[in-house]
């Protein structure tokens, strides 16, 4: 079949390399891609936005299945686009429709889903500039420290953690009546904040049947001890040492089935990745927060570890035939060190040219921010590549990953050298 992936960074030069190696992939398109994901596929100059450009890319090409990388096409309603139009109607997307996908695109929703189908999640109350007074009360209540999420997207950037009721009170007034993170925080869902650690779980369902795909970490801050301010992640470890059989059967228990659950009971219709973020607290888990997508860079660790066709596993899903197909992990551990560019996550630089991906000997590069100038590759985006290594331990893997890392340069470029660190 002709596959067509939407996005352009890592996560989807991930899904290019691991669909590349399918028999059942005979033609793969990447819409717009990069300058990495041209040696798996074609890349089409189109935004993934763009509703009618995709349409008629998939009529041109003759695409069979759309796998939709990131969030914003999802939660703006692709699937449906495809439902409702006569020619795309029978061609598979392989992500949620409009209201699946506000598992993510609303805070509030998912929330108030969890909720409903008793999924364990940390206590929390929504407010709108109307209630801001409720909310200044609830502030004084609930314990610190205090998270504030803005309610819509605002790209990885809308979640805050204050550790005074002050600091708290003045970010909710900025959130709701200054538009802080504009129209995505006019609610602000105010939650208690959870301790424990932190780690994602990745579910593939066809609706009905799920895969439980390898459990990963990220690491969030971009200095190293995860220290200075928040980026779109700056590594990540797959599998987890710290999520156990007992702890992952208690996510499946408590967690995973009840949200598949939920979804059939509300009639919410759900073909796609569910991201679970989750909280280890003391050997129980805690939901933070889902999303309608695969995480990056954990999907650089994640497909690194699949030894089963991937095409096949999604053409189970656009078929309802999830639990016929097989899903085989390597027991291996994958590493993934992302290297950003000078600046990041302010105003970084742009336009560098990118040498020595060649000297790299034991991992695999994912570019996300990169772009071809004639045959030169140069950085485009605050995250530019993620160097992933596959080894038999997590020492190796970190070792292997940040020594190739070193041996790429581009003027400005950083990386943490401390990524899983922490889990060693």
């Not at 950003?340 to 970084?348: D, I, R, S």
Request: hydrophobic share 40%; with cysteine.
């Amino acid at each position: 079949m002709n596959i067509l992936i939407l996005g352009s960074g890592g996560r989807e030069s991930a899904f290019a390399w691991k669909l590349s190696q399918s028999p059942k992939c005979e033609k793969l398109f990447i819409a717009p891609g990069n300058a990495g994901t041209g040696q798996y596929g074609t890349n089409l100059n189109v935004k993934v936005n763009d509703f009618e450009g995709i349409k008629q890319a998939v009529l041109n090409h003759q695409i069979n299945m759309v796998l939709v990388g990131p969030e914003e096409p999802l939660v703006k309603g692709i699937h449906d686009f495809f439902l409702g139009d006569e020619q795309l109607r029978n061609i598979p997307v392989i992500g949620p429709q409009r209201e699946g996908a506000q598992l993510e695109g609303s805070k509030d929703f998912s929330k108030q889903f969890m909720e409903r189908n008793n999924i364990p999640a940390a206590a929390s109350k929504t407010f709108t500039s109307d209630t801001i007074n409720q909310g200044f009360e609830y502030l004084a209540t609930i314990g610190l420290p205090i998270v504030l999420k803005a309610d819509g997207l605002a790209a990885g950037k809308g979640v805050l953690i204050c550790l005074t009721v002050a600091e708290a009170q003045q970010e909710l007034k900025e959130m709701l009546t200054e538009a802080k993170f504009g129209e995505a925080s006019s609610k602000v869902v105010v939650e208690q904040f959870l301790q424990g650690i932190e780690l994602s779980v990745f579910v593939l369902t066809d609706g009905n049947n799920y895969k439980i795909l390898p459990s990963a970490k990220d690491y969030k801050r971009i200095g190293e001890g995860d220290t200075g301010l928040n980026t779109g992640g700056m590594g990540s470890v797959s599998p987890v040492p710290f999520a156990s059989d007992d702890f992952l059967q208690k996510v499946e228990q408590q967690v995973i089935i009840p949200t598949i659950d939920g979804l059939k009971q509300e009639g919410i219709p759900y073909k796609g990745f569910i991201f679970i973020g989750l909280m280890n607290c003391g050997g129980d888990p805690y939901m933070i927060e889902y999303n309608c997508r695969m995480g990056d860079p954990e999907t650089e660790s994640v497909m690194m570890r699949i030894e089963s066709d991937f095409a096949d596993l999604l053409q189970g899903v656009a078929e309802g035939t999830l639990d016929e197909k097989q899903l085989k992990i390597s027991d291996k551990v994958a590493a993934t060190v992302v290297m950003v560019a000078g600046g990041y996550p302010g105003e970084y630089l742009k336009d560098k040219i990118i040498t020595g991906i060649e000297n790299v000997r034991d991992s695999q590069v994912f570019h996300a921010g990169t772009y071809l100038d004639g045959e030169t590759i140069k950085t485009s985006g605050g995250r530019v590549l993620a160097i992933t290594s596959l080894q038999d331990n997590m020492f190796d893997a970190l070792q292997q990953a940040t020594a190739d890392a070193s041996r790429i340069y581009y003027d400005g470029m950083y990386f943490r050298k401390d990524i899983g660190f922490d889990l060693l």
